[in-house]
Nanobody
């Protein structure tokens, strides 16, 4: 088990940037795949990005590729999501999550944070 809590959300204008952080507690952080998901109003939860425990291998949804960067610091039990060139369609609650396998499927992530709101105004 790993406990996760997100921070860094807020209101930003189109084209702006935000950096989301996820602080973890627990002894198994480095063993987890860490991912970011988001859920916009009236929409299903969707995969955004994931990073392997090695901190090198990454995966991004096509909608954010080239704009978002996921990173992790196993020593400090942190995973971040740098979001640049934000668009109104990025507006959602963003969740940090952990999984035991390399996957985009939210159902396979067994640890979730509370979420942080990101709102991008046009």
């Amino acid at each position: 088990q790993v406990q996760l809590v997100e921070s860094g959300g807020g209101l930003v204008q189109t084209g702006g940037s935000l950096r989301l952080s996820c602080a973890a507690s627990g002894r198994t952080f480095s063993a987890y795949i860490l991912g970011w998901f988001r859920q916009a109003p009236g929409k299903e939860r969707e995969f955004v990005a994931a990073i392997h425990g090695n901190g090198v291998s990454t995966d991004y949804a096509m909608s954010v590729k080239g704009r978002f960067t996921i990173s992790r610091d196993n020593a400090n039990l942190m995973v971040d999501l740098q979001m640049n060139s934000l668009k109104p369609e990025d507006t959602a609650v963003y969740y940090c999550a952990g999984a035991r396998a390399w996957t985009r499927r939210g159902s396979l992530y067994d640890s979730w944070g509370q979420g942080t709101q990101v709102t991008v105004s046009s």
